[in-house]
C-alpha cells in the first residue's frame, strides 16, 4: 500500500497527475544505500537521545540491514507512489518492522536534511572513483611521454606553427591540466565533507540529537553544519562538483581535438589502435577516431548539466524549495558519463602510435626556428627590436626563394644584416633550439625529464 508522510492534515491523496509530477524514485534510487546508513546513523542518535531502547535500536539496525540486502538484491524497490526514495524506503521498513517501531525512525528528521546529507554522500564516493579514471588517463598521459622522448614536434600558436617543441612537453602540458581537475576533486570533497544530518526541515532538531555523532558515523571528517538552514537549502556543493566535471569534460575534449586532427591524411601524426577506433558502414578504407568525437560532444552535456544547475538554483528564497529536486539528474548524469567516457579515452590515449618521422619533419617547418635567429642574435649583442626585424627579414627572404632558414647562404644572411655571421647555423636546427629552451618548464630535453618526474612523483602520492 501506499504510504504517505502528510495523512493528517489531507482529506484525499495526491491527484495521479500530481504523483507522476512529484516522483523521483526513478532517478533517486540510487542514494538508497546512502539513506539507509544515514537511517542507521540516526537510529543511533535517537537511542543516545533516550527515544529508543535498547532493544528498540537492536531490532531497528536489524530491520534496516534487511531492508538494505533486500534493496540490494532487488526484491525491494521504490514505486512511482512512494514519491521519493525517503518515502519508498519508509514503507520498506514499516513493512519490515511494523508501524508502532517503524514509524519512529522519522522523529527529528526531514526528508530536507536527509537528502542534502545522501546527495553529498553520493557525490563523495563519485569523486573518488571519477578522481581514479582521472589517474589512469594521467598515467596514459605519462606513459605517451615517456615512451617518446627527445621526439620534435611542431609546436602551434593559433594552430600555425610557432616553436618547435617535444611531443612529451606537449602530452604533458595535457597531464598537468588533468591534475589540476584531479585536484579539485579532492578539495571539493574536503569542502564537502560538511553532514547537514540534523538540521531537520529548516531549523534544527528539538529532540536532543547529536548532529555531530551522525556525521562521524557517515564519513564526515569536519563534522556538522553550522547553520541547519543552510545545510538544507545549500547546494554550491553540487554545483561546485558540477563545474569540476564540466572542466574535466573541456579538458578531454581539447585532448579529443588535437586526436581528431593529428589522424588525419594531412597530420599523420598518430594512428588509432584498431580496438579503441570505428570502421564505416560505407566506406571501406575509413578508421574514425568516435572515442574522441564523443568527448568533445559529451563535454557539451556536461556544461550543460552545470548551466541547468545553475539556472534551477538562481532564484530561490531560503530554505529548501520543491525546485531543489532538479539538483540531482543533472550530477547523476555527470557521473554517468566521465565514468563511461573516460575508460574508453584512456585506452584509446594509451594505444595511440605516434609517427615520429612525420612529426619531425615538419617541426621545422614553417619557419618554426626564425625565433632562435632572433634570440641568437640577442646573445650577440643585438636589441631585440632589431633582432626581430632581421629575423623577419630572413624569413621574408626565404618565402621570395622558396627556401628554408637553414637553406640561406652565409653571404645571403651577411647581406640581410651583418649581425649574422654563420655561428648563426648552430641554432638552425631542432635539437639545438630544443636544447636552448632550458629554463624552468621550459621544453629542452632535460627540463622536460625533470617534469615527467615531478608528474610521476604526484601520480604516486594519489
Ligand atoms: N525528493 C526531494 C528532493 O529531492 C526531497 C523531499 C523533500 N520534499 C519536501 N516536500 N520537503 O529534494
Redesign the pocket.
Known amino acids: 500500500g501506499q504510504v504517505r508522510l502528510w495523512g493528517g492534515r489531507f482529506a484525499d491523496g495526491p491527484a495521479e497527475a500530481l504523483a507522476r509530477l512529484s516522483a523521483?524514485v526513478h532517478f533517486?534510487w540510487r542514494l538508497a544505500p546512502y539513506d539507509i546508513a544515514g537511517s542507521r546513523a540516526h537510529a543511533r542518535a535517537l537511542h543516545r537521545a533516550g527515544l529508543l531502547d535498547e532493544d528498540e535500536l537492536v531490532r531497528m539496525v536489524a530491520g534496516l540491514d534487511r531492508l538494505e540486502r533486500d534493496v540490494a538484491d532487488g526484491s525491494f524497490t521504490g514505486t512511482e507512489a512512494d514519491?521519493?526514495?525517503?518515502t519508498a524506503l519508509e514503507r520498506g521498513l514499516l513493512e519490515r518492522l511494523g508501524p508502532d517501531l517503524g514509524g519512529r525512525l522519522r522523529a527529528g528528521r526531514?526528508?530536507?536534511d536527509?537528502?542534502a546529507t545522501l546527495f553529498r554522500m553520493y557525490l563523495r564516493d563519485h569523486a573518488r572513483i571519477i578522481g581514479g579514471l582521472l589517474v589512469d588517463l594521467q598515467e596514459a598521459l605519462v606513459g605517451l611521454a615517456e615512451a617518446h622522448p627527445g621526439v620534435a614536434m611542431p609546436g602551434r600558436t593559433h594552430l600555425q606553427h610557432a616553436q618547435p617543441v617535444l611531443f612529451a612537453h606537449h602530452v604533458l602540458a595535457h597531464a598537468q591540466a588533468l591534475g589540476r581537475d584531479a585536484e579539485r576533486l579532492r578539495q571539493w570533497d574536503e569542502r564537502t565533507a560538511v553532514s547537514p544530518y540534523g538540521s531537520g526541515?529548516l531549523a534544527g532538531s528539538s529532540l536532543g540529537l547529536d548532529p555531530t555523532a551522525v556525521a562521524a558515523e557517515l564519513g564526515f571528517a569536519r563534522g556538522s553544519v553550522a547553520n541547519s538552514i543552510d545545510g538544507t537549502a545549500s547546494r554550491d556543493f553540487v554545483a561546485e562538483f558540477a563545474f569540476v566535471t564540466a572542466m574535466i569534460g573541456v579538458d578531454l575534449s581539447r585532448i579529443a581535438e588535437e586526436v581528431i586532427i593529428w589522424a588525419t591524411k594531412e597530420f599523420s601524426f598518430v594512428t588509432l589502435h584498431d580496438a579503441y577506433s570505428t570502421g564505416s558502414s560505407i566506406m571501406p578504407q575509413k578508421k574514425n577516431p568516435d572515442i574522441a568525437e564523443l568527448a568533445r560532444g559529451k563535454s557539451g552535456r556536461l556544461i550543460g548539466n552545470l548551466t541547468g544547475l545553475l539556472a534551477t538554483l538562481k532564484g530561490l528564497p531560503l530554505a529548501?524549495n520543491?525546485d531543489?529536486?532538479e539538483?540531482?539528474e543533472p550530477v547523476f548524469d555527470s557521473c554517468d558519463t566521465l565514468e563511461v567516457l573516460l575508460p574508453a579515452f584512456t585506452g584509446m590515449v594509451a594505444t595511440l602510435t605516434v609517427n615520429r618521422e612525420r612529426m619531425e619533419e615538419l617541426a621545422p617547418a614553417g619557419f618554426s626556428l626564425a625565433t632562435d635567429v632572433a634570440e641568437w642574435l640577442v646573445k650577440q649583442g643585438v636589441p631585440f627590436r632589431v633582432a626581430h626585424e632581421v629575423a623577419g627579414e630572413c624569413v621574408r627572404v626565404c618565402e621570395a626563394e622558396g627556401l628554408e632558414l637553414d637553406q640561406l647562404t652565409d653571404a645571403q644572411f651577411a647581406e640581410i644584416s651583418p649581425h649574422l655571421t654563420p655561428g648563426v647555423r648552430s641554432v638552425l636546427n631542432v635539437p639545438g633550439s630544443l636544447a636552448s629552451r632550458n629554463g624552468r618548464g621550459g621544453t629542452a630535453p632535460d627540463r622536460v625529464a625533470e617534469q615527467l618526474a615531478e608528474v610521476r612523483e604526484d601520480l604516486a602520492r594519489q
Do not use: C, P, T
Open positions: 523521483s533517486d514519491e521519493d526514495v525517503h526531514s526528508r530536507n536527509q537528502v526541515a529548501y520543491r531543489l529536486q539538483d540531482k
